[in-house]
């Protein structure tokens, strides 16, 4: 009995320490918006799968940005953190961000962030589906 007590406790200051972690991120993220989005349709995004609606996206920090912050614009409480499969350095040429959003086996997915300013390009794994068994 003991033992499971000693357990739970350990769970539970796993999870505070863990919500604890994640809040400064939170705060320093919505420091550093990059942009703003509307979505027409369901989108996958890494792990995350986004509604349709406005969102915010922003970094914890620009010269380091491989996890992004995306903020429903309705439901701030609404985020989701979404760390990128691979970050390359891009030209500079435009000052723009943006979304590189494609389609497979009929998913919407986030395939690229482009921090045009920044010079920063964050790629994103394929959602994994799962095949109908019929």
Known sequence: MKAKSISSLLQGLFLVALAAGLAPRTASAQANEVGKFTLSTEV???????????????????SSASMVCVSSEGNPKSNFFIPAQVRETIPSTSQATRLIIEQKDGATYVKELQLGIEGLALFYAEPKLKKDRS
Do not use: E, M
């Open 44 to 62: 996958h995004w890494g792990g995350a799968v986004l509604p349709a609606g406005a969102y915010l996206v922003s970094v914890d920090s620009l």
